[in-house]
């Protein structure tokens, strides 16, 4: 298996600048979301290759959002864990919102 580190600082930078583009140079602020469930894969099998998994699971923009917001209003829920619930919204963010100006 390959292995490769990714240095959290990497991350929050590209995170900032993903976000001040669409702040400052878009001016967008917010965005609607037009759907909210969406299939999700359970992790034993999220990255096993070996199989084909069939999607199950069904998770939900807005309830993934409430959590998201919980972490905004108390500091001691900003945990890793929360990325679950950050990345759905990410990515729906991600076709939601124009890539250029």
Not at 22 to 46: F, H, S
Not at 81 to 89: D, E, G, I, N, T
Request: charged share 25%.
């Amino acid at each position: 298996m390959e292995s490769k580190t990714i240095q959290i600082e990497d991350l929050r930078l590209a995170c900032d600048r993903i976000f001040s583009f669409i702040l400052n140079d878009l001016g967008i602020a917010a965005v609607e979301l037009d759907k909210n469930l969406y299939w999700t894969l359970p992790e034993e099998v999220r990255y096993d290759m070996a199989h084909t998994p069939t999607p199950d699971h069904v998770g939900s923009l807005i309830d993934d959002y409430e959590f998201v917001r919980s972490a905004v209003a108390d500091s001691d829920q900003a945990l890793p864990l929360m990325f679950q619930h950050l990345a759905p919204l990410l990515e729906a963010l991600s076709t939601k919102v124009q890539s250029y100006r």
